[in-house]
Nanobody
Framework: QVQLVESGGGLVQAGGSLRLSCAAS????????MGWFRQAPGKEREFVAA????????NYAGSVKGRFTISRDNAKNTVYLQMNSLKLEDTAVYYC?????????????????WGQGTQVTVSS
């Protein structure tokens, strides 16, 4: 069983930055692909970013590409999401997810484990 705990959410003004962290309680963290998803009020959960087990490959949703950076530290069993130039539309609950599957990283169904989520609110 993998437990994921997100942190780092909060309230930030538009144009500001936040860094989310997700700590995983698992021995073989480097074998998991990791992803970030988000869900805004009244909307479906959507893909934000993903990273391979080694950290060598990353993928982003078009809406965040160039502003967000996903990274991981396998020695610390932690994945990060650095969010810069935040916009009002980035307001959402952000979820960390772990996958042992080789299916598409963009689908929620690919991910076996989920964190509880952390709220990010961007104000004007």
């Amino acid at each position: 069983q993998v437990q994921l705990v997100e942190s780092g959410g909060g309230l930030v003004q538009a144009g500001g930055s936040l860094r989310l962290s997700c700590a995983a309680s698992v021995r073989t963290f480097s074998t998991y692909r990791m992803g970030w998803f988000r869900q805004a009020p009244g909307k479906e959960r959507e893909f934000v970013a993903a990273i391979s087990g080694t950290g060598g490959n990353t993928n982003y949703a078009g809406s965040v590409k160039g502003r967000f950076t996903i990274s991981r530290d396998n020695a610390k069993n932690t994945v990060y999401l650095q969010m810069n130039s935040l916009k009002l539309e980035d307001t959402a609950v952000y979820y960390c997810a772990a996958s042992t599957s080789y299916s598409t990283i963009y689908s929620q169904n690919t991910y076996n484990y989920w964190g509880q989520g952390t709220q990010v609110t961007v104000s004007s």
